[in-house]
């Protein structure tokens, strides 16, 4: 080690196979904290390796349940106990989480203060569960008492030397609210205040929120326009659906990850489940069907009648979603997104997961003195 050079070492400890490992290289002297801690070093690091998933959340079954935190690898990794949220204002239980990004979750509560629009903004911060802090975002500096809340995202701000891209200092809120029938879009930076966003040609009235997928979020808008929010620029695009359905009718519809990380749009009219991928071309094309009422003819419980009227989306998880007849809400059956085979649903299933990862910069304690 002595006859490496600095730019050699930095290249051998690009290597390291994970966000874990690298933290643990950093411990193994005060040269390679060194290394480890440059922040161009940490930059290359960075775009070379995917960040490290410490676990996610998932909210409670009522809103008076707190969050829980599942680690996603063994204890002696990632303590659960580090990612508590009981440092929350109010206690845990009052709060849902609306949206995660990098290792910050954006939380919302019912608004309880006494100015008329405390009802229709809910409360809302931004947390880092590692270091127990957060950050109340406001409402939009014009959002009054004539606005109808729609949704809050958290997006990534500038990304700093060290290949950060989102942190307690860097973080970005997006506000869509309703004033008289026209939607309206506000960015509250950190540590500022908020501005108008500007969305040039894109019509957002009446948005119906469909999930998130690949890193943004997806809604849809009258006039068969599917809309697609960026979470790493904040920046908005749109994309024609299909002609073979009328997406104005009143079926089920959401946006859902496949396997090969790329979004997909999935359709219950009736007794069919439809799914559809983006080509190439940018075009969305039919993938794939199912009709549900044959796929679940093998279950225990099955009857004909269930499938007489339509089904109802129940949960949407990870890879999967619950549905159940309209006229038998105890028979509920899970679909498998990727292979579209069915089972009866289990108690387990059904809750939405907000993934956190670790956070970066990463923060080096190795002793000086080895």
Not at 79 to 94: E, I, K, Q, Y
Not at 277 to 301: F, I, N, Q, Y
Not at 343 to 355: S, T, V, Y
Request: charged share 20%; aromatic share 12%; glycine share 8%.
């Amino acid at each position: 080690m002595d006859v490496m050079s600095d730019d050699v070492l930095g290249l051998v400890l690009e290597r390291v196979d994970s966000h874990v490992s690298l933290i643990r290289a950093a411990a193994v002297c005060r040269r390679w904290r060194r290394a480890v801690a440059d922040a161009g070093f940490l930059r290359r690091f960075r775009s070379l390796h995917a960040p490290a998933v410490a676990g996610y959340y998932q909210n409670g079954a009522t809103r008076y349940d707190d969050p829980v935190f599942v680690p996603s690898s063994p204890p002696q990794i990632v303590d659960a106990r580090h990612f508590s949220l009981d440092f929350l204002p109010g206690g845990t239980g009052s709060w849902d989480i609306l949206d995660s990004r990098g290792s910050l979750l954006l939380m919302f509560r019912e608004g309880t203060g006494g100015s008329e629009f405390d009802t229709r903004f809910p409360n809302t911060l931004v947390c880092n569960p590692l270091t127990q802090s957060y950050m109340m975002v406001p409402p939009p500096a014009d959002f009054d008492s004539s606005c109808d809340f729609l949704g809050n995202f958290l997006i990534d701000g500038e990304t700093d030397r060290a290949g950060g891209c989102i942190g307690m200092s860097n973080f970005r809120v997006l506000c869509m609210f309703d004033r008289n029938g026209v939607t309206h879009v506000a960015m509250f930076t950190s540590g500022s205040s908020w501005s108008d966003k500007n969305i040039d040609h894109i019509a957002l009235q009446d948005p119906d929120f469909l999930g998130h997928a690949g890193g943004s979020h997806y809604m849809y808008v009258d006039g068969s326009i599917l809309i697609k929010l960026d979470s790493s620029t904040g920046d908005f695009t749109s994309s024609v659906l299909p002609a073979i359905e009328d997406w104005d009718q009143r079926y089920d519809r959401f946006v859902a990850e496949g396997r090969d990380g790329k979004p997909r749009i999935f359709t219950v009219f009736d007794s069919t489940m439809k799914v559809f991928a983006r080509l190439d071309s940018g075009e969305w094309a039919l993938e794939k069907s199912v009709l549900l009422s044959e796929a679940t003819s093998g279950l225990p419980g099955y009857e004909p009648a269930f499938f007489y009227h339509g089904q109802v989306i129940l949960f949407r998880g990870s890879g999967f979603v619950t549905l159940y007849p309209e006229v038998e809400v105890e028979w509920q059956y899970s679909i498998n997104l990727q292979t579209m085979e069915v089972e009866l649903a289990n108690g387990d299933k059904g809750r939405i997961l907000r993934w956190c990862e670790l956070p970066w910069p990463p923060a080096l304690h190795a002793c000086l003195d080895i």
